[in-house]
C-alpha cells in the first residue's frame, strides 16, 4: 500500500532475525531489552500479547527525546522491522550517503492507511513486521518518537 511515497506491507511475523548493532544512539534509549523485568524504566514486552511473540529479544525501546540510527555501507531501498506498536509519532527518516533527508514515514501514516490504532493492543495495531520500500535510495535510518516509546527489533536493509 502506497503510504507518503513509500510502499509499506504490513504482516503478522517478521522473517528476519537480523539485530544489527545500532550506528549510534542519542538521549533515552533502552538497548537490549528483554521482555519486561519488572524494573521501573523498563517497557512492557510490546510482543507479550502476540502468539510466538513473547520474549522477542532483543529488542529496543527509544523514549521521548531518543534516538536510535543504523548505517550501512552500500545504499538500500527496502527496510524490514519488527514494529513492537505503531505509535502515530514514531518517525523512520531515511538518508542518503551525503546525509540529505529523502524520505520521512510516520507511525501516523501507517496508522490511518491500515486503519489500526496502537492504544487497541490487538491485531496488527499492537505490532507487525512491517516492510518498506523507499522511494529513494537511503544510506542511514533514524528512528525517534515524540512520545514513550518506539519498540522495535529485527532490522534488516537490502
Known sequence: MPIEGFAVAIGKYATSDTYPTPSSVSGPVLLNEVGNDNVN???VDPF?????????????????????????????????????????????????????????????????????????????????????????KFSTIVLTTGTNCFEFSNVFAQ
Open 48 to 136: 507479550l500479547l502476540s502468539p510466538g511473540l513473547q520474549g522477542v529479544s532483543p529488542y529496543i525501546a527509544i523514549e521521548t527525546g531518543g534516538s536510535v540510527t543504523f548505517s550501512f555501507a552500500t545504499p538500500m531501498r527496502k527496510l524490514q522491522i519488527l514494529w513492537g506498536t505503531i505509535d502515530y509519532n514514531n518517525v523512520i527518516s531515511f538518508y542518503d550517503k551525503a546525509g540529505n533527508l529523502v524520505a520521512t514515514l510516520t507511525g501516523q501514516g501507517i496508522q490511518q492507511a491500515y486503519n489500526i490504532n496502537a492504544g487497541a493492543r490487538k491485531g496488527f495495531g499492537y505490532e507487525a513486521s512491517v516492510r518498506i520500500i523507499s522511494p529513494k
Open 41 to 43: 524504566d523498563d517497557p
